[in-house]
């Protein structure tokens, strides 16, 4: 089936650093990837929509300036967070929906850590 | 290898009860999530099984048994707004999500 893949798995950062995410679709291209974060137990929140080859749309409340959100091509999305403060700390996972069927698939998420 | 298996479609009735099935053979275990997914919107959390046994919230029960690998989530009372995708998600032992493809559930009046 189709596999997506995030890395890194988890990441431990230091306060105002920058940390990147890679979210990459291994066997199907997809032209339309989404960021979420997880809290514990909860729902996960939709942060952004990133179509290949364009600019993201991020959903209300979401910094577009703190998450850098690039989809360079139809396999590869990347999340920046730029000077990631400790409240920035969560699980964030990506999806990706497939060109052909439009079918989601989801990734197994990146535990971002701020010290 | 990781593998997380669900029925792809099923069929209900309004009004009546449904359950779908989750098998997991995954490299360790730290509990496992259900989601509910309509079309074009976010996963919305129903879920979060990490001990054996059932667990009741509302129409929607969980159910975990940890030495089977396998899951289910009881749907009760049936409505048409429950027509979505519910999607099996365990954690691993590197607290990494596994996800399941999703069960489609489609409502019949």
């Known amino acids: 089936g189709a596999v997506v893949s995030q890395h890194p798995s988890w990441v431990i950062c230091k306060s105002g650093t920058s940390v990147k995410i890679e979210c990459r679709s291994l066997?199907?291209?997809?032209?339309?990837m989404f960021w979420y974060r997880q809290f514990p137990k909860q729902s996960l929140m939709l942060m952004a929509t990133?179509?290949?080859?364009?600019?993201?749309?991020?959903e209300q409340g979401v910094e577009k300036d703190k998450f850098l959100i690039n989809h360079a091509s139809l396999t590869l999305s990347t999340l920046t967070v730029t000077s990631a403060h400790p409240e920035d700390s969560s699980f964030y996972i990506c999806?990706?929906?497939?060109?052909?069927?439009?079918?989601?698939?989801f990734g197994p998420g990146t535990r971002l850590t701020v010290l | 290898g990781q593998n997380i298996d669900q029925p792809t479609e099923m069929t209900a009735t309004e009004g009546a009860i449904v359950q779908i099935n989750c098998t997991y053979q995954?490299?360790?275990?730290?509990?496992l999530f259900w989601y509910q997914q309509h079309a074009g919107e976010a996963p919305t959390f129903l879920s979060y099984?990490?001990l054996d046994g059932l667990e009741e919230k509302g129409r929607f029960s969980s159910f975990l048994s940890r030495s089977k690998g396998y899951s289910y989530l009881l749907l009760k009372e049936l409505q048409m707004k429950d027509s979505a995708s519910y999607l099996c998600?365990?954690?691993?032992?590197?607290?990494?999500?596994?996800w399941g493809a999703g069960t489609k559930l489609i409502i019949k009046p």
């Open positions: 999806s990706a929906r497939s060109t052909n069927d439009n079918e989601q698939f």
């Open positions: 066997d199907f291209q997809a032209t339309t």
């Open positions: 990133s179509n290949e080859g364009s600019k993201a749309t991020y």
């Open positions: 995954t490299s360790g275990f730290n509990g």
């Open positions: 099984n990490v």
């Open positions: 998600a365990v954690v691993d032992s590197n607290y990494q999500l596994i």
